[in-house]
């Protein structure tokens, strides 16, 4: 099994346990997401956040992730718990939506969520931010004639760009395959990557295999969504992520109670 270290995993326990769990993802700060998960302990659920990259015996970076690391800590989490989510945030959006399409999940929470598969690169090489089975997942390769024109850089022209020249029907993430609720959150002035377009796929694609998703926007949100109660994230690779800080706390307001109803199974998106 692809475990992860202790010492790479916070785990939050409830005071008062629901049955419910989470697994929760950052994304290319790859850091440990503990006050997110000590959230979610507050309000009953058994929270794991652990780190995907940059830890003992991981990948030093999100390039060629194994998959299987995720889906052997929902498993973990299903031997404790009656209800398992996974929520994760940006690359750790990306993350959930694989994850949940190859395992059972009864929620899927992406919040600046992509709807293809991106790339890394480590030693000079690109290559896939996920492997399965040790074989690469067929990604999006950036363009070469991009450049930034923003202080600090804005990158969502380069996503932007990337997926209108090269995207292809393997590098999409199979959302449709998804069984689980799906709720996607979402900043419309993300200038990491166009989050609300990606969104906008997800739906689409989900809808005509039947399927619903539930989607929270903010027309002046960014990338980063902090929920009440939990500090903003800080660190990261400079670069500009869009929003204010007054529209990105509504955005988390407005979204944690979707967020909590998906992973403890008391609604459904409709």
């Known amino acids: 099994m692809a475990r992860v270290d202790e010492s790479d995993r ?9 049955g419910a769990g989470v697994l929760v993802l950052a994304g290319s700060s790859g850091r440990i997401e503990t006050d997110r998960a000590d959230l979610f302990a507050r309000h009953g659920i058994r929270a794991h956040a652990i780190r995907w990259f940059g830890g003992r015996g991981q990948r030093p970076v999100p390039h060629e992730v194994p998959l299987e690391l995720f889906v052997d800590e929902i498993a973990l989490l299903r031997d404790s718990c009656d209800r398992v989510a996974v929520l994760g945030t940006s690359f750790g959006a990306e993350a959930a939506l694989l994850t949940a399409c190859r395992t059972t999940l009864d929620a899927v929470i992406a919040v600046a969520p992509t709807s293809v598969v991106w790339p890394g690169m480590l030693d000079g090489s690109w290559s ?5 089975d ?6 999006v390769p950036f363009v070469a004639d991009w450049s930034a024109t923003n202080d600090p850089p804005e990158f ?5 760009q990337s997926l209108d020249r090269h995207g292809t029907e393997a ?100």
């Open 156 to 160: 969502r022209g380069l996503y932007a």
């Open 10 to 18: 916070h785990i939050a326990m409830p005071q008062h346990p629901t």
């Open 134 to 139: 040790g074989v690469p997942l067929p990604w």
């Open 171 to 270: 590098a999409r993430i199979p959302v449709e395959r998804i069984a689980g609720d799906v709720l996607l959150v979402v900043g419309e002035d993300d200038r990491v990557w166009p989050s609300g377009r990606f969104a906008d796929e997800i739906v689409a694609r989900r809808a005509a295999a039947g399927l619903a998703t539930d989607v929270r926007r903010h027309p002046l949100a960014g990338h980063r969504v902090p929920f009440p109660g939990e500090p903003v994230a800080q660190g990261g690779r400079r670069m500009a992520r869009g929003g204010s800080p007054a529209a990105d706390a509504e955005l988390g307001a407005l979204a944690l109670g979707a967020v909590l109803a998906r992973v403890l199974g008391t609604t459904r998106p409709g």
């Open 128 to 132: 896939s931010h996920w492997t399965e």
